[in-house]
């Protein structure tokens, strides 16, 4: 409306700055003050899997049931360069010092570890594991596709609930 009437007494030089004050503040906005990521949250039900079986909202693995092979496999099509937390619910049988399987954030169609480690007995961390990623930006795609998998060994159990991505903060150089 101010445009137009603007227009209309041929403050031509007015409008000009005044749409560009806008595009700059717009413009600064979206640069520096990122925008809110919201957790992604799947079920261990919703994750493709190469062993064990569904039940309920999770999957389990038992041997002697259960072979070798990844229990969840969870894709993360294109996360922004950040800090985000990997939270993953589960439980599983083995005293603390006994590995009862595997977890790894992999990259380039699994080519490419980026971290690993080995998942202890639900019994040592109250059920939860939690890992810090920060996540690089690709100058040639700006956003990385990453992958987190559990692998079950084949032995003892293993119960996975969910898996939680949580932003926390801009991944800094």
Request: proline share 8%; glycine share 8%; with cysteine.
């Amino acid at each position: 409306m101010t445009t137009g009437w603007w227009w209309q007494r041929g403050k031509t030089r007015l409008i000009v700055a005044a749409w560009a004050l806008f595009l700059a503040v717009g413009i600064s906005i979206l640069v520096f003050i990122p925008p809110a990521l919201n957790p992604l949250a799947f079920t261990a039900d919703e994750l493709p899997s190469q062993t064990g079986a569904k039940d309920g909202e999770g999957r389990v693995a038992t041997e002697p049931e259960s072979k070798e092979g990844y229990l969840i496999s969870a894709s993360f099509t294109a996360l922004p360069a950040r800090c985000y937390e990997v939270d993953l619910e589960y439980e599983s049988s083995g005293e603390p010092g006994e590995p009862t399987a595997r977890w790894e954030i992999v990259t380039d169609a699994g080519t490419t570890v980026v971290a690993d480690g080995v998942l202890p007995p639900s019994t040592a961390n109250m059920d939860r594991f939690n890992h810090k990623l920060v996540v690089s930006e690709l100058p040639s795609l700006g956003k990385m596709v990453m992958e987190f998998r559990v692998l079950y060994p084949s032995q003892g159990s293993l119960r996975v609930e969910r898996l939680t991505i949580t932003p926390l903060s801009v991944a800094e150089d």
